[in-house]
């Protein structure tokens, strides 16, 4: 950005210089800006990466096309490329946007929408592109992604070059007709016309295509990024214990990604505004001069003191007003459609969680409850529904007013000169047009509004949910007791366990876990067992004291309802480790040794597993994972409870004879588990209400 800065520099010199010899005014204008903007290019270096890439563009255009207009200006632009020279506002109109990306970037809303934009466009990761016909070639992604967003822009604007070169093909052909000249009007069609709509065409497929691939691109980056640190260090789970602060992960990390980058049917993301913006931008500044230069026609009324820019004064604060009084009436919207996303969310979790649980809801005839739930959670999406309407009613009567009035209001201002007969029709329409596009781009909040505050609400899901993941990660990084150390035990020392709420459940002065020595934990209900567990597995993030587990020790947990995931049998007994890590006759001795031989010619159907085995056969299922893991410690968290008494002892035995080298820990209320353990801790009330571990000698 520096070396850019300097070249705008020596250009704003070299343009002060020009003006000076030419006595050119528009040159000094054009100096003083390119100046503005050196200093904007140099202090964007600390700017947001996504808005860099404009700030770049933008002011490499302002030295381009000012060079260009300088070389004319002193004749020195050949005669023959007279008709390929940028309009004579080009850089000015450049550099002013240059200033403007660093003015933005400074706006609250704007700062927040660009943090999650730069998290894909300052990725250090490697992304693979191809250009054809050239081969594919690796690059870090977020090169990637800036050269497709410059050569996106490049198109954009020779977009619209090539409608301001057809505006001047449609004088001439209109003129030709008049003319009844017939090869001027062959000549325009097929030598002009022909050509320019081809490349026009040929540029509008390739801004399409490109700007897909961008997208998905993008989507699919933020995507992993979302779902990574969502899972990263147990997230997820502190986010769920911890409750309020994200809705609905899923739909954050399904909808909002996708509505961010690219909006949904009814709204743009924050690619399609920023192009949206430039157009809006390039139309502002261009008729602004064109209506600056036409308010010399305007005096004051009945005086003969003219205001430099005028008219674009007028419509500066009619555009003004019209905006802060848009705002006011919608500015409860973005809530509104924040909700909206929340309830939906939930609607549709709820239908997929009866799903899940069909059996027992039919069990229990559930479905009258359900479908009162169901419709409770429906008619609050209703209720949001309306009240949106409300506000959009609100909101349209203002805006629809005022767009049925803004194109009447420069003839009434323009009428009176023209009944005085100081300006001609023609001046006065022109004048409206000019008044017409200045305040059409002026408004771009009242015309966006509705779909603005849609994006608003994705953004502030977006920012919630970061920092939601922020706050949990912090909390289990603030609260970690689990600490590797030497030795082949697991020791506890001054550990307390709370809840979410902050009240203090289970107190642990000192504990060992001694390796080899199988473990039974019992105690009533509610005394924390299962919590003690999870804070050894390191998941459970409200403990303080210390936890001393073996160096490099593979834990694993056996639950009472254990997870078995989507796909195929296979993928349930390896999980979390990939099919390809077990051999087949591994597998297939781990279901026979599980009591589980007839689920063998099973193993590679995909079903809802979770669904069709009964509970004794999936904790059947996750002992037979422990079996292919292997672990060094084995946690079993009432994982047998389901099968009978006698099935629960072959299981053990099995157990003992297969993990010879795994030291077993199981939580059990059933006194025929004591056979099995060499060591039996209970749970025992201790003072203030809190439980403690205590040894048991059986008799
Ligand atoms: N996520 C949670 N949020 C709030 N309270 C919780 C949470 N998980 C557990 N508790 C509470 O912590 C206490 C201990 O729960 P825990 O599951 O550890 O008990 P337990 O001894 O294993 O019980 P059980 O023998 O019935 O399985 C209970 O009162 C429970 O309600």
């Not at 990725?123 to 992604?141: C, H, T």
């Not at 429906?378 to 009567?397: D, S, T």
């Not at 309802?561 to 195929?568: A, E, K, L, Q």
């Not at 004591?674 to 203030?688: L, N, Q």
Request: proline share 4%.
């Amino acid at each position: 950005m520096q070396k850019l800065s300097v070249a705008v520099a020596v250009f704003a010199v070299l343009a002060a210089l020009v003006g000076a010899h030419k006595g050119a005014s528009d040159l000094f204008v054009l100096a003083g800006a390119a100046a503005l903007c050196a200093y904007t290019t140099w202090r964007a270096a600390d700017i947001s990466s996504y808005l860099k890439i404009f700030a770049t563009i933008f002011s490499t255009e302002t030295v381009v096309f000012g060079l260009i207009g300088l070389a004319e200006a002193e004749g020195l632009w050949p005669a023959a490329l007279k008709d390929y020279a940028p309009p004579q506002s080009m850089p000015l109109t450049v550099a002013v946007f240059s200033i403007l990306v660093y003015a933005v970037s400074h706006i609250r809303v704007v700062r927040e929408m660009m943090r999650i934009t730069d998290f894909y466009f300052d990725s250090k990761d490697r992304g693979e592109g191809r250009v054809w016909p050239l081969p594919p070639f690796a690059a870090r992604e977020s090169a990637i992604a800036v050269a497709m967003v410059v050569v996106l822009v490049l198109i954009n604007q020779g977009q619209v070059g090539i409608t301001v070169r057809l505006s001047f093909f449609n004088r001439d052909w209109f003129n030709a007709i008049q003319e009844k000249n017939a090869p001027e009007f062959w000549r325009q069609l097929f030598f002009v016309f022909t050509p320019w709509a081809f490349v026009y065409v040929a540029s509008a497929v390739i801004e399409f295509v490109l700007q897909s691939l961008l997208v998905i691109r993008w989507r699919r980056w933020l995507t992993e990024h979302y779902i990574g640190r969502w899972l990263g260090t147990h997230t997820h789970y502190g986010m769920a214990l911890a409750g309020g602060g994200a809705d609905n992960p899923d739909q954050r990390i399904a909808e909002d990604v996708n509505r961010f980058i690219n909006g949904a049917e009814e709204g743009y993301g924050v690619y399609s505004y920023t192009i949206l913006l430039i157009a809006t931008l390039s139309s502002l500044v261009s008729f602004s001069y064109v209506l600056w230069d036409l308010s010399g026609n305007y005096p004051l009324p009945g005086t003969d003191i003219y205001i430099p820019g005028f008219l674009f004064w007028v419509v500066l604060l009619y555009a003004t007003v019209g905006t802060a009084v848009t705002h006011l009436i919608g500015r409860s919207l973005t809530g509104l459609y924040f909700e909206r996303q929340r309830r939906e969310a939930d609607f549709r979790f709820s239908l997929a969680r009866l799903r899940e649980y069909s059996e027992q809801v039919a069990l229990l005839a559930g479905e009258s409850a359900e479908r009162g739930s169901l419709l409770q959670r429906f008619m609050g999406i209703i209720v949001n529904y309306l009240a949106i309407v409300q506000k959009r009613k609100q909101l349209m009567v203002f805006t629809a007013t005022y767009g049925q009035i803004s194109p009447i209001i420069p003839y009434v201002i323009t009428a009176p000169f023209y009944f005085a007969g100081r300006i001609q029709l023609g001046v006065m329409t022109q004048t409206a047009s000019a008044f017409g596009r200045v305040e059409g781009a002026l408004t771009f909040f009242i015309n966006y509004y509705t779909s603005l505050a849609n994006f608003k609400s994705v953004l502030d899901r977006l920012t919630s949910f970061d920092g939601a993941i922020d706050s949990a990660r912090a909390q289990i990084v603030r609260t970690r007791i689990v600490s590797p150390a030497e030795g082949d035990d697991i020791r506890l020392r001054e550990v307390t366990l709370s809840l979410p709420d902050g009240r203090s459940i289970v107190a642990i002065d000192d504990l060992t876990l001694s390796a080899g020595q199988s473990t039974l934990l019992s105690g009533p209900s509610g005394s924390g067992k299962s919590t003690l567990f999870r804070a050894i597995a390191g998941v459970w993030p409200y403990a303080v004291g210390e936890a001393l587990t073996p160096k490099g020790a593979r834990v694993m947990l056996a639950p009472q309802r254990p997870y078995i995931p989507m796909g195929s049998l296979a993928d349930a007994i390896v999980y979390p480790s990939a099919g390809a890590d077990h051999s087949r006759a591994a597998m297939e001795e781990a279901l026979r040794a599980a009591k589980l031989a007839p689920f063998i010619s099973r193993l590679d159907e995909d079903n809802h597993w979770s669904q069709r085995l009964s509970g004794g056969e999936q904790q059947r299922v996750a002992i037979a994972r422990a079996l292919l893991a292997k672990p060094d410690w084995l946690f079993l968290d009432e994982a047998t409870s389901a099968l009978d008494e006698e099935l629960e002892e072959e299981i053990y035995s099995m157990l003992r004879q297969r993990l010879l080298k795994t030291t077993i820990v199981s939580i059990g209320h059933r006194s025929t588990l004591h056979a099995f353990h060499e060591r039996h801790i209970v749970m025992e009330p201790a003072a203030g209400g809190l439980f403690s571990p205590r040894d048991k000698v059986h008799a």
